[in-house]
């Protein structure tokens, strides 16, 4: 595949930049050091540029969780914490383990469930298990919750599930260190193109924060070097059509960065202005091109521009799903009512775990989502369409 517009060089540069802050957890200095690594790229483009500021309450780990099973084999759990989950007593807890069902995780993934009880029957803790992969911190997301969450890997839950289903007592102890941080603020980053344009515009976005364990390089600062490249194209051709780039934090939050912008676009009403979002996640690696998409008007012609694109590599795989998942920042903008799709690149093995790190195959993946990304801000800034809802009918 021939890229004309995009360097890989550039992108290779921005991308491990971003991976060089380190985990870019939301409240932290590495966070920070990556949204200045952002404006001082588009510093550099012709993009008008503003800091979005907005307040949340903070969750900080004081330090790693630890999980042993006391019965009916000593055994040491490697594990993580459910992002805003509470925390234990500083000399930790110990109690049954007693199998109570699945956790929904970000509308994406289903692992199962257990808890910690005490001898009286209160709950001590939750333990949730990955069954695919190593444990991996989640946000709790609308269930935040004031009981200690602890995570485990696939092994693990195998350990547990066969003991359980064997009848076997289990008992458990842990620790889990975290504070709740009031009155904290961050910044999204939003860059501009044609502001004074009266067409609606193109909104595309990345986010920039990662879970506290991982350098994410795949999740996110890939799209994060791709929505870069796009500002420089935007720089080099000076097309006429409306675009901004939104830079967002708290992704790994509940998506509180992309929520909080979203607010303030439906209070001052901006939210007429825009005609679709596009938001990319995770897409330096994987073999297939997934759209996240919704209304399914807009999917069925996300399709159609999907199909016109000449550049897809041999054996892409070009996968929608509908409706498009609670799982990443095009969410709100979906729920606002705005046409919004995810490109996503199908590869999680090594999602929120330390090896999400970097790769120079990577490039390859991201040159392929920019100019894909360029090809469709082409297509729909010339037709400007309105893709008719279920509540557009009802209302006439």
Not at 32 to 53: D, M, P, Q
Not at 273 to 282: E, H, K, R
Not at 340 to 362: N, R, S, W
Request: net charge negative; hydrophobic share 40%.
């Amino acid at each position: 595949m021939v890229h004309t517009g995009f360097s890989a060089t550039e992108i290779d540069h921005d991308w491990q930049q971003l991976i060089q802050c380190g985990p870019r957890f939301l409240g932290t200095p590495n966070e920070v050091e990556a949204r200045n690594s952002i404006l001082g790229s588009l510093a550099k483009t012709a993009a008008s540029i503003k800091e979005h500021e907005f307040s949340y309450q903070g969750w900080a780990l004081i330090e790693r969780p630890q999980l042993q099973v006391v019965s009916p084999s000593p055994y040491a759990f490697p594990c993580e914490a459910m992002i805003y989950c509470g925390a234990t007593p500083p000399e930790g807890i110990q109690g049954a383990l007693q199998y109570i069902g699945k956790h929904k995780v970000m509308d994406a993934f289903e692992w199962e469930k257990f808890a910690v009880v005490a001898p009286e029957g209160d709950f001590l803790a939750y333990i949730s298990g990955r069954p695919d992969g190593p444990a991996q911190p989640q946000p709790l997301g609308k269930t935040n919750a004031a009981l200690p969450h602890f995570v485990i890997g696939a092994y693990e839950l195998s350990l547990l599930k066969s003991w359980w289903e064997r009848g076997l007592k289990i008992e458990v102890q842990g620790t889990l260190r975290c504070e709740i941080r009031p009155n904290a603020r961050t910044r999204n980053v939003v860059a501009s193109f044609n502001l004074d344009s009266p067409k609606k515009r193109i909104c595309l976005s990345a986010h920039y924060d990662s879970v506290y364990s991982a350098p994410g390089a795949n999740d996110n600062a890939a799209a994060v070097a791709a929505l870069l490249a796009i500002a420089r194209r935007m720089t080099a051709q000076s097309p006429d059509f409306p675009l901004d780039l939104l830079f967002f934090s708290g992704e790994e939050w509940d998506l509180i960065g992309s929520k909080a912008y979203v607010a303030h676009l439906v209070a001052s009403q901006k939210i007429k202005t825009i005609q679709m979002a596009v938001n990319l996640d995770s897409i330096a690696e994987g073999s297939s091109l997934e759209l996240w998409a919704g209304p399914e008007s807009f999917e069925e012609q996300l399709l159609k521009v999907a199909n016109s694109f000449t550049g897809h590599p041999p054996g892409r795989r070009i996968l929608c799903r509908f409706p498009p998942p609670y799982s990443s920042d095009h969410t709100p903008f979906y729920e606002a009512g705005i046409p919004a799709c995810m490109l996503f690149c199908g590869e999680t093995v090594k999602y929120h775990i330390p090896q999400d790190t970097y790769c120079p195959e990577g490039v390859i993946n991201i040159l392929y989502v920019a100019e894909f990304t360029w090809h469709l801000i082409q297509a729909f800034s010339s037709q400007q369409a309105v893709w008719r809802t279920w509540q557009d009918r009802v209302e006439g």
